[in-house]
């Protein structure tokens, strides 16, 4: 079966000369969810932002069949929904309804129907009840919740999220970490918490200054790059 | 991101919230126009018109005070003007410039205050406005609040650690700005993810009512009516 993202060789230069990226390699099959492990600084940020377009490097990414460039970008981000870390970053409109309406109304959808859908993924990320609040007023878990309503909304193929679990208290994390193993879509999770990614990924990738250096279950590649959550 | 107290005023819930914006623009334009043109019947039209004005926030159920305060943000850059107007010896066009200046930016607050900017630039651009220059406006005002939320951060991290002293503080500024820079790009990253495509397309599209209509030639008028009646007394 083709992988829905398949990167090869990728490699990627800030304008500061910073290299970020030196030689990714990477496959993601359908409905699969993956964990990419690594330490800050090690180029997964990056990565995903090179997922649907955002940043351009050299090497190869393909989509859904479809090779990432310039001409392809807006036709790749409504197959890949990237969650950003900060949510504050991703809700810019002045109330949530319009925030999870942003991107079909920019794919051209009529208003009501952008309506219609947007409640239906805030109800699926189980918060309805905030759709006329303005993102500012809600708690950080529930920032987190409108901004992934906000990609769901655009029912992408594959979900990237950055650090999903940061700023979120254990039981907002439960709640997400059950939203995503219910969700169909391939994912990519981006996170430093183990107990996380076992709950919601079957594999895990380690990335070690720009290169993926592991490969393996979410267990395997915790234990062997001693990534679990400190103990005193 | 924080968002200032105007954008929460703009989500209100009066009559005059919920006309379309243009019916709103049309007697600001010629409220501007009124304005503009005086001369020596300033004063009492600017007693008029100002009336005019808090009938109009009080109408918006906005608070009075908090409005009329935030009017004054013009002063500091008129006010450069209108001093130096009065050390040329011309006080009567140093008052007649922080007059004109004060309230043509109340009367701008007022229907910024009482429309979604969404809404606001969508109904300019329906008038022609380009909408390169409506694009630049919409980032400008969003990037307003990613700078005020950077300098509330940097100013709660530094009260945290003694508050900043005033050499500090000009370092911070240059510290801010490459914040909100980074910031900025941040932001404008997670709208083309989402496919911004340029311009930002407005939820519930304003159409002009029988409703809108009345209130944009009453207004009108009775900002003409006021501006002749002045006229004619002086």
Known sequence: MAPV????????????????????DF????????????ANGS???????????????????????IEVNRKTAAMVRRKVGLVFQ??????????????????????????????????????????????????????????????IAGILTLEPEVLVLDEPTTFLDPPGQRALASLLCNLPQAKIVITHDTQFALAVCTRAVFFEDGVVTGEGTVREIADRFRWASPAC | MRHTAVEEWSRGASPLHRLNPVAKLFPLAVFLAALATAHRELPPLGIGLGLLLVTGILAARLPVLGVMLRGGVVLPF??????????????????????????????????????????????????????????????????????????????????????????????????????????????????????????????????LTAVDLLFATLAAVAVIVLRVAVERLA
Not at chain 2, 180 to 189: E, L, N, P, T, W
Request: aromatic residues 8%.
């Open chain 1, 27 to 38: 496959r993601l099959q359908a409905g699969e969810s993956v964990a990419v492990f690594g």
């Open chain 1, 86 to 147: 900060e949510s504050d970053t991703q809700l810019f409109m002045p109330t949530v309804i319009e925030d999870v309406a942003f991107g079909l109304l920019n794919q051209g959808m009529a208003p009501e129907v952008a309506r219609e859908r947007a409640g239906i993924a805030l109800d699926q990320a189980g918060m309805s009840g905030a759709a006329h609040k303005a993102p500012y007023h809600l708690s950080a878990g529930e920032k987190k919740r409108v901004a």
């Open chain 2, 78 to 207: 008129s006010g450069v003007f209108a001093l130096v107007s009065w050390l040329a010896g011309d006080p009567v066009r140093a008052i007649e410039l922080v007059l004109k200046s004060y309230l043509s930016a109340l009367a701008v607050l007022l229907v910024v205050a009482t429309t979604p900017v969404p809404a606001l630039l969508h109904s300019l651009e329906r008038l022609g406005v380009p909408a390169f220059l409506l694009t630049v406006a919409q980032f400008l005002y969003r990037y307003l609040f990613v700078i005020s939320g950077e300098a509330y951060d940097m100013r709660t991290a530094a009260a945290a650690r003694g508050g900043l002293t005033f050499r500090a503080a000009s370092g911070a500024l240059a510290v801010l700005f490459a914040r909100s820079y980074s910031r900025a790009g941040q932001v404008h990253r997670a709208m083309l993810a989402r496919g911004f495509t340029g311009r930002f397309v407005p939820m519930s599209p304003p159409r």
């Open chain 1, 43 to 65: 180029g997964k940020s990056t990565f995903a932002l090179h997922l649907n377009g955002l940043l351009s490097g050299d090497g190869s990414i393909s989509v859904c069949g």
């Open chain 1, 5 to 24: 993202i398949e990167v090869r060789g990728l490699r990627y230069r800030y304008e500061d000369g910073t290299e970020a990226l030196k030689g990714v």
